[in-house]
C-alpha cells in the first residue's frame, strides 16, 4: 500500500469501524437462522456448503499461482472473512435443541461400566437420545471445519500480500549517486512538463472550460490573490494581535478558553487561506491528465502544512513559554517550529510525488531522483528535531531557580524533572536519528521506497504523538481547571492513568496503519480483543478482562473504604492497643485483597482448575527456592496474629534497638535512636531472641550505680539517692525506691539505686536528671566520689637518687 492510499485510509478508519459495528449488530439482531438438523432445511445449508468449497478452490488457486493482483487477494480475503464469520455465528449459537437432548441423556445417569448391562429400555433410550443429539450437533460441527479452513485461508492471503508488500520495500532503483539516473531523470522531467502544458491547453480548449472560462477566471484570480494575500500579508498581524488578546491576566477557566482561542487561531487563519487557494482549481474545472491526482491530492497536501505548522507552535510555542509543553529556550523553540514546518512541506512533497507517479508512467531513474533529494532533505531536518527535543537549554524563569538551588547548600527534597528528560523522548529521539541514517544510506544505494518507510513514518509517528501529548495536558488542565487546583498541582492519578490508556487506544491503531499494517490486520486484532483467545480451558476476551478489571477494583475500593473506616471510626472506640489496632486494618487489607482476587475471577468466568498442577508444581518450587521469602511471609502473618511485638515497641533484635515503625508481611521497619530505618526480616523476629521493653506494659527498672569515698556517711548516701528517686514525677511510688549497698571496691564504696519508671521510654532523660540531682546533693554534703587508687612500687630509688646527684655535680653516671 503506497503513503497515499495510507493517509486516505487514515481519514476514513473511524467511519470503517463503525459501520463494521453496525454491520456485527446488524447480524447479531438478525432473525437467527433455524439449524439445518430437519430434511427440509438441508439445501440451503448444502448450497452453503458448495459456495464455501469453491471459494477455498479459488483460493487455493489464486494462492499457489501468485498472479493475483494484490487488490484481487484483498477481495477474495473479504470474501473468506464473511464465510469465517457467517460460521463463527453457527457455532457461537446456542443449540437449544442439542441442550434439551444432553439434558435428558444426564436424567438417565451414566452410562453403565464395561462389563455391565442396564434395562433394555434405558439402554434403547439412551442410544436415541445419542443419536438425535448427534444429528443435532452435525450443523455445528460442519460450520466448525468450515470456519478452521476459512481461517487458514485468511492466514496464508495475509501472509501473500505481506511478503508481496516486503517485495516492494525491497526493490532496487538506479543510485542516485549516478550521472545516468540524473541525466535520465531531469530529461524525464523535462518530458513531463511539456505533458502538462499540452495537458492544460487541451483542457482550457474544452467548450465546457473556454465558454465559462470569462466567469470563472475572476473569481479564480480573486480567490488566488486573496488566499496568497491573507497567508502573506494578514495572517501574521491577525495571529499577533490575537497573541496581545490571549495574553491578557487570567486565571482558571477564563486564561484556558484564551489559550485554547489561541492555539486554534493556527489551525484556522491558515485553513483560511488554504481553502480560498484550493477553490481555485474546482471553479476554473481544469484536471490535467498529467497531474489529476495530483490536484485531487491539494487538499492533503494543505492539511499536512496546517498540522505541521500547528504542532509545531503547540509544542514549542516561540515567545510564549507558558503555553510551551517542552520545557526549551525561545532559540531552541523557534529551530523547532521551523524543523516542524519543514517536515510538513516534505510530506506535502511527498504526497506530489506518489500521486504524479499514479498519472505518469516514470522510469526508475526518474523515481530516484525525484526522492533523493527530499529524503536527505527530510534525514537532515528529521536528525536536527531529535536534538532539539532533547535539548538541556531551558527558560530564562526555568533557569533562574535551578540556579538558586545551585547556590544552596542543603539539598532540595524534589528535583525538577524536565519532560525531554524522560526514557520515552529519548526512545524516540534515538528512533528519529536512526531513522534518519538508515534513510541516507538505503537512499544513496537506490532503495528508495525502503528509504520511504525508514523515514516518513517516523514522521508520522512523531506527529501523532505530538497531537496525543497535546491532549494528554489539554484533558488535565481541563480537570484541573474544574477542580479548581493550581497548575503546578498535579492531576489525580487515577485520571492520567485512565488518560493514557483512552489515548493509547485511539493512537495505537493509527501508529500501526503508518507503519504498514492493513486495515484488515487492526480488524482483526480488534476481533482477537472481542471474541477472546481459547487457553487451555481458560477463555480470555475483551470483557472477561474488563469485568475482571472492574470487579477488582471495587473490591480494591471497597477494602481500603473499609481500612479508613476501621481505622478512623470503629477501633478508636474500643480497648484495643494501637498495634492491635493497626493488625487489624492491615489483616482485613490483606482478606479483602484475596476476596477481591476469588471473585473478579470467579465473574469474570475463569477457568483456573486447569493451573492446578501448575500450581502445585510451583509450590514444590518456591518450597525449595523461595524458603527465606516464604519464611519471612509466613513470620509476618504470625506476627499479625500473635503479636509478639507491634507497632510503637520498643525491641532490641540482631543487635539493633529502636522502636517498631511497621509490621509488613516480609519484613519490619524499626526506627533506631538515632533516626535511621533498619530493615528486620520477619524470620529474625520469630526465630530469634527479641527483647521487647514495651509488650505487657510500659513500666521498666531503672539501676543506677554509685561510688562514695571510704569513710563517708552510709546511712546518708543512702537518705540522699532514695530522695532523689521519690522526688522524680518519672518513677512510680510502688514498688518504692531502694538503695542496695554492693560492695567494698578497691577505692571506692559501690551502692546501686533501683527504681521503676513509669514510662520505660524515659529511662534516659530520668537517669539524667537523678544523676545531676545525686551529684549536687553528694557534693552539699561534702561527700566525695573518689577517683580509683593505685600503689606505684619502685625498685633501687637509692641508687637513682644518687645517680641524680652526680649529675648536679657534674659527673659522669656510673655505667650500670
Known amino acids: 500500500m503506497t503513503f497515499l492510499k495510507k493517509i486516505l485510509f487514515a481519514f476514513v478508519f473511524s467511519a470503517s469501524l463503525a459501520a463494521v459495528g453496525a454491520k456485527a449488530q446488524q447480524s447479531t439482531d438478525a432473525p437467527v437462522p433455524q439449524t439445518p438438523a430437519v430434511a427440509s432445511e438441508t439445501g440451503p445449508a448444502d448450497t452453503a456448503r458448495s459456495s464455501a468449497a469453491d471459494l477455498f ?102 501472509r501473500q500480500l505481506r511478503s508481496r508488500q516486503f517485495e516492494t520495500l525491497l526493490a532496487r532503483y538506479p543510485s542516485p549517486l549516478a550521472p545516468s539516473a540524473w541525466s535520465t531523470g531531469f530529461r524525464e522531467i523535462a518530458e513531463f512538463q511539456r505533458r502538462l502544458e499540452r495537458d492544460i491547453n487541451s483542457e482550457l480548449a474544452r467548450p465546457s472550460v473556454s465558454k465559462n472560462l470569462s466567469d470563472t477566471l475572476p473569481l479564480a484570480i480573486g480567490l488566488a490573490v486573496f488566499g496568497i494575500l491573507f497567508l502573506a500579508a494578514l495572517q501574521n498581524p491577525i495571529s499577533r494581535a490575537l497573541k496581545r488578546y490571549c495574553n491578557r491576566p487570567a486565571s482558571g477557566a477564563k486564561a484556558l478558553v484564551l489559550g485554547l482561542l489561541y492555539n486554534a487561531s493556527f489551525l484556522v487563519l491558515p485553513s483560511i487561506g488554504a481553502l480560498a487557494l484550493i477553490g481555485v482549481l474546482p471553479i476554473l474545472d481544469i484536471y490535467p491528465n498529467s497531474a489529476r491526482t495530483a490536484g485531487i491530492a491539494v487538499p492533503a497536501m494543505a492539511l499536512f502544512l496546517i498540522v505541521a505548522n500547528w504542532i509545531g507552535h503547540t509544542l514549542f510555542s516561540p515567545g510564549q513559554s507558558r503555553w510551551r509543553l517542552l520545557d526549551l529556550g525561545d532559540k531552541e523553540a523557534r529551530r523547532g517550529l521551523r524543523l516542524c514546518q519543514g517536515l510538513g512541506v516534505f510530506m506535502a512533497f511527498e504526497i506530489a510525488v506518489e500521486a504524479l507517479q499514479r498519472d505518469n508512467t516514470f522510469r526508475d531513474a526518474t523515481i530516484s531522483v525525484l526522492s533523493a533529494s527530499p529524503i536527505l532533505l527530510a534525514s537532515a531536518l528529521l536528525w536536527a528535531l531529535a536534538g532539539v527535543i532533547r535539548s538541556k537549554d531551558v527558560t530564562e524563569e526555568q533557569a533562574a531557580p535551578a540556579a538558586e538551588a545551585e547556590e544552596e547548600d542543603a539539598e532540595p527534597e524534589e528535583a525538577y524533572v524536565k519532560p525531554q528528560e524522560s526514557g520515552f523522548l529519548l526512545f524516540l529521539s534515538l528512533l528519529m536519528r536512526a531513522s534518519a541514517i538508515l534513510a541516507v544510506c538505503v537512499t544513496l544505494v537506490g532503495y528508495v521506497q525502503l528509504a520511504r518507510v525508514a523515514i516518513i513514518p517516523v514522521i508520522m509517528t512523531a506527529a501523532q504523538l505530538g497531537i496525543g501529548f497535546m491532549l494528554y495536558h489539554l484533558v488535565l488542565v481541563i480537570v484541573k481547571t474544574a477542580l479548581g487546583r493550581k497548575e503546578d498541582e498535579p492531576a489525580p492519578v487515577f485520571v492520567a492513568m485512565g488518560l493514557i490508556c483512552v489515548l493509547t487506544l485511539i493512537f495505537a491503531p493509527l501508529i500501526a496503519l503508518t507503519w504498514g499494517a492493513r486495515g484488515t490486520d487492526i480488524l482483526e486484532v480488534w476481533r482477537l480483543f472481542t471474541e477472546g483467545v481459547q487457553l487451555g480451558d481458560i477463555h480470555l476476551s475483551l470483557d ?169 556517711d552510709l ?70 566520689i573518689p577517683y580509683p587508687q593505685r600503689d606505684l612500687h619502685l625498685k633501687d630509688i637509692d641508687k637513682l637518687v644518687a645517680a641524680l646527684d652526680r649529675k648536679e655535680e657534674g659527673g659522669s653516671p656510673p655505667a650500670s
Open 57 to 158: 478452490n479459488r483460493a487455493t488457486i489464486a494462492l499457489q499461482n501468485r498472479v493475483v493482483s494484490p487488490k484481487t487477494l484483498e477481495q477474495l480475503r473479504s470474501q473468506l472473512v464473511l464465510v469465517r464469520d457467517r460460521n463463527a455465528a453457527i457455532v457461537d449459537r446456542v443449540n437449544i435443541r442439542a441442550s434439551a437432548l444432553e439434558a435428558q441423556l444426564k436424567s438417565l445417569g451414566p452410562p453403565p461400566a464395561d462389563g455391565q448391562k442396564e434395562a433394555e429400555e434405558i439402554a434403547a433410550r439412551r442410544a436415541e437420545l445419542t443419536n438425535a443429539l448427534a444429528a443435532a450437533n452435525a450443523p455445528v460441527r460442519q460450520a466448525g471445519e468450515t470456519l478452521g479452513e476459512a481461517e487458514f485461508y485468511i492466514r496464508q492471503v495475509d
Open 544 to 712: 472477561s478482562f474488563a469485568v475482571l478489571v472492574a470487579v477488582f477494583g471495587i473490591g480494591v475500593v471497597v477494602t481500603r473504604w473499609l481500612q479508613s473506616l476501621l481505622k478512623s471510626t470503629v477501633l478508636p472506640q474500643t480497648r484495643m492497643d494501637v498495634g492491635a489496632q493497626t493488625a487489624i486494618v492491615t489483616g482485613t487489607g490483606y482478606v479483602g485483597l484475596t476476596l477481591a482476587s476469588l471473585i473478579a475471577v470467579s465473574t469474570a468466568g475463569l477457568n483456573l482448575s486447569s493451573l492446578a498442577v501448575v500450581a502445585g508444581a510451583l509450590s514444590v518450587g518456591i518450597g525449595f527456592g523461595l524458603q527465606t521469602i516464604v519464611s519471612n511471609f509466613v513470620s509476618g502473618i504470625i506476627l499479625l496474629i500473635e503479636r509478639p511485638i507491634k507497632e510503637g515497641d520498643w525491641i532490641e533484635v540482631s543487635g539493633q534497638s529502636g522502636y517498631v515503625r511497621k509490621i509488613s508481611v516480609r519484613s519490619t521497619r524499626i526506627e533506631t535512636f538515632d533516626r535511621h530505618d533498619v530493615i528486620i526480616p520477619n524470620s529474625d523476629l520469630i526465630a530469634g531472641t527479641v527483647r521487647n521493653m514495651t509488650l505487657s506494659n510500659k513500666s521498666g527498672r531503672l539501676l543506677l550505680p554509685v561510688r562514695v569515698a571510704y569513710g563517708s
Open 715 to 784: 546511712e546518708k548516701v543512702k537518705q540522699i539517692l532514695l530522695d532523689a528517686a521519690r522526688g522524680h514525677y518519672t518513677i512510680a511510688r510502688y514498688p518504692a525506691p531502694f538503695v542496695l549497698f554492693m560492695g567494698l571496691g578497691d577505692s571506692a564504696l559501690n551502692f546501686e539505686l533501683r527504681c521503676y519508671l513509669k514510662d520505660v521510654n524515659n529511662i534516659l532523660t530520668t537517669q539524667s536528671d537523678l544523676l545531676f540531682r545525686i551529684y549536687t546533693e553528694l557534693g552539699k554534703a561534702e561527700i566525695e
